[in-house]
């Protein structure tokens, strides 16, 4: 079954600077953003029927972002998941561009969560880049775990460094800690 609540959805394939991507939207808005081999990605065939129709919004800031010029998505979503996800998911949406934060951090925020239960939410997210779950790295700052892969995930990091970079002065960087936030949300798991 796709993400997708409301039926019926459909889909296009789209080719940028990442590679390949199915984009899937229902008449709510997008609910699946993903890469050939992405984890957990549905079937095609959960996927509705091919067509282009109601994507130029979401390419065209695709576009944008990869260019530097977003660095926030605006786009009607329709993403569905257990409550658990919906708040890892939530959480993760609020990452700045360029800033990186922990499954530990992330857990931290949320009452009774560990880092493998978030990092397992994270691996889930159906909207890859918009809900920007690369900005999710193992302890210490490190490289784990992505969807696309991790090269993407690497490239995405540079790419949002890169553009901070010749946006704001190199001595106003913030370097690629973990950002921690000492909000908490409370959920039981």
Known sequence: MSD??????????????????TLV?????????YFPHHWYRPSSAAFGRERNHGF??????LDEYLAG???RFELPLSVHGDPFQMAVWGLVARIPYGVTTTYGALAAQIDG??????????????????VPCHRVVG????????????????????LERDHR??????SDLPRWTPHETPRRNVYRV
């Open 4 to 21: 997708c609540q409301s039926a019926p959805a459909w889909h296009c394939v789209v080719e940028n600077a990442l590679g390949l991507l």
């Open 25 to 33: 939207r229902d008449e709510t808005g997008l609910c699946g953003l």
């Open 56 to 61: 130029d919004e979401v390419i065209g800031q």
């Open 69 to 71: 010029a977003r660095t």
């Open 113 to 130: 969560a560990t880092a493998q239960q978030v990092g397992v939410a994270v691996g889930r997210n159906p909207l890859s880049i918009v």
């Open 139 to 158: 302890r210490g700052g490190k490289l784990t775990g992505y969807a696309g892969g991790l090269a993407r995930k690497r490239r995405l990091l540079e």
């Open 165 to 170: 970079r010749s946006a704001v002065a190199e």
